[in-house]
């Protein structure tokens, strides 16, 4: 009995700890205010940077986005770095060559953790714009997204723009539930952001000043570790400039991609992403990722412990409850933001599911190697 009241006490501690940091979720997503374009002719020379490994069946789609902006062409600059592509990666982007769409050719003789950092940095030294802004060569936009994120930056001038990135174009229960659960992660870094408390953010829509890039090194320091182009670059700026990251909340500006079309892909994508927490310089950030690990840890020895003695099944009910509950409210909002409300029907398997892939991750994502790209890397 006395062992019951003791994981009881944990228990519920654990879980009101939880209950509260989800309501600073939802406290920071309603602190970002919607952004509304103004109708100011912009003066901002912009270079979009796209490193691209093995795409030839996604990046005719994406180049004919970016070419199809409502921006000003002498203001834009597009620029491809080919990764060692083995497929037609490097002549597709050639064929736009007329259209202005430039392709740099990574040749690295030496073998590199991260090839990816290397072909943003080495994009970034030959290009001309002011403002870089980061995207994927699977990626799909709408034709305002550039100048949205602009008009943002030409606003608040901040240093650093994190913009919203959603799935679309599911094609099964499993690519749908990652659609939740990636919406819940960009609502996640928005709120945090929100909060002054910057943690999270992705490369696939990602805005920073040239001369702040080069101002916090760079990649340099975190240029051994393959995955960590957005994250640990924001940490950087953040360190540098704690109160000029900004969230670009409107719909316009959305990247939009595709879930992983099986457990193996996604698996080695969040071993990619979690790989990156030990690297991190804000420790409160550390401690917050270790006590969600230990709080869905609770939940599932709870239940297994239930299986032998009933009286913790009533525990994990009780923790599954406060989580599902708490979680919905906040991802009401953000799957309103990006117009996909009609997936929150998925929020009780997702709560679940989430705590084994949680525990799962937080051990996995920080032992060995993982495979990105066709390479082994860590």
Same mark, same amino acid.
């Given at each position: 009995m006395e062992f019951l009241n003791l994981t009881n006490l944990l228990s519920a501690t654990l879980t009101l700890v939880y209950g509260f940091l989800v309501i600073t979720f939802i406290r920071g997503w309603h602190k970002l205010v919607n952004f509304h374009p103004s109708?100011?002719?912009?003066?901002? =020379?912009?270079?979009?940077?796209?490193?691209?490994? #093995?795409?030839?069946?996604?990046?005719?789609?994406?180049? #004919? #986005? +970016?070419?199809?902006? @409502? !921006?000003? =062409?002498?203001?834009?600059?597009?620029?491809?770095? #080919?990764d060692h592509s083995t497929d037609r990666t490097a002549e597709i982007v050639m064929s736009y060559a007329s259209q202005g769409v430039k392709l740099i050719r990574l040749n690295e003789d030496r073998a590199l953790n991260s090839y990816k950092k290397k072909a943003i940095q080495t994009a970034i030294g030959t290009c001309s714009g002011d403002f870089i802004i980061t995207t994927d060569a699977d990626c799909r936009m709408g034709e305002?997204?550039?100048?949205? $994120?602009?008009? !943002?930056?030409e606003t608040h001038h901040y240093k650093m723009i994190s913009s919203p990135v959603a799935y679309f174009e599911e094609k099964s229960f499993?690519?749908?539930?990652?659609?939740?659960?990636? /919406?819940?992660? $960009?609502?996640?870094?928005?709120?945090?952001?929100?909060?002054?408390?910057?943690?999270?953010?992705?490369?696939?829509? +990602?805005?920073y000043e040239k001369k702040t890039f080069y101002e916090v090194g760079g990649f340099q320091g975190i240029d051994d570790l393959a995955s960590g182009d957005d994250e640990l670059l924001l940490h950087k700026i953040a360190a540098k400039y704690p109160d000029q990251i900004g969230f670009l909340k409107n719909s316009e500006a959305i990247v939009?991609?595709?879930?992983?079309?099986?457990? @193996?892909?996604?698996?080695?994508?969040? =071993?990619?992403?979690?790989?990156?927490?030990?690297?991190?310089?804000? =420790?409160?950030?550390?401690?917050?990722?270790?006590?969600?690990?230990?709080?869905? /840890?609770?939940i599932l020895a709870n239940f297994i412990t239930g299986l032998f003695i009933a009286d913790f099944l009533s525990v994990t009910f009780y923790q599954l409850l406060v989580k599902m509950i708490l979680e919905s409210l906040f991802l009401w909002d953000v799957t309103g933001f990006a117009k996909r409300r009609s997936i929150? /029907? /998925?929020?009780?398997?997702?709560?679940?599911? @989430?705590?084994?892939?949680?525990?799962?991750?937080?051990?996995?994502?920080?032992?060995?190697k993982y495979n990105w790209k066709g390479r082994m890397v860590r």
């Amino acid at each position: 009995m006395e062992f019951l009241n003791l994981t009881n006490l944990l228990s519920a501690t654990l879980t009101l700890v939880y209950g509260f940091l989800v309501i600073t979720f939802i406290r920071g997503w309603h602190k970002l205010v919607n952004f509304h374009p103004s109708k100011g002719i912009p003066s901002t =020379k912009v270079s979009i940077i796209v490193a691209a490994r #093995d795409e030839e069946q996604n990046i005719t789609r994406t180049i #004919d #986005d +970016l070419v199809a902006q @409502h !921006y000003p =062409k002498h203001l834009t600059e597009i620029i491809f770095i #080919d990764d060692h592509s083995t497929d037609r990666t490097a002549e597709i982007v050639m064929s736009y060559a007329s259209q202005g769409v430039k392709l740099i050719r990574l040749n690295e003789d030496r073998a590199l953790n991260s090839y990816k950092k290397k072909a943003i940095q080495t994009a970034i030294g030959t290009c001309s714009g002011d403002f870089i802004i980061t995207t994927d060569a699977d990626c799909r936009m709408g034709e305002n997204w550039l100048t949205t $994120i602009v008009n !943002y930056y030409e606003t608040h001038h901040y240093k650093m723009i994190s913009s919203p990135v959603a799935y679309f174009e599911e094609k099964s229960f499993f690519e749908r539930l990652q659609s939740l659960e990636f /919406l819940y992660l $960009i609502g996640l870094g928005a709120s945090t952001i929100g909060n002054k408390q910057p943690s999270t953010c992705n490369g696939a829509n +990602l805005a920073y000043e040239k001369k702040t890039f080069y101002e916090v090194g760079g990649f340099q320091g975190i240029d051994d570790l393959a995955s960590g182009d957005d994250e640990l670059l924001l940490h950087k700026i953040a360190a540098k400039y704690p109160d000029q990251i900004g969230f670009l909340k409107n719909s316009e500006a959305i990247v939009y991609t595709h879930a992983k079309e099986n457990l @193996h892909s996604f698996l080695q994508q969040r =071993k990619r992403w979690a790989s990156k927490s030990t690297r991190y310089k804000n =420790k409160a950030i550390i401690i917050l990722g270790v006590f969600v690990w230990v709080f869905n /840890l609770s939940i599932l020895a709870n239940f297994i412990t239930g299986l032998f003695i009933a009286d913790f099944l009533s525990v994990t009910f009780y923790q599954l409850l406060v989580k599902m509950i708490l979680e919905s409210l906040f991802l009401w909002d953000v799957t309103g933001f990006a117009k996909r409300r009609s997936i929150l /029907l /998925l929020t009780p398997v997702l709560t679940v599911v @989430h705590i084994f892939y949680m525990v799962y991750i937080g051990i996995a994502g920080n032992s060995g190697k993982y495979n990105w790209k066709g390479r082994m890397v860590r």
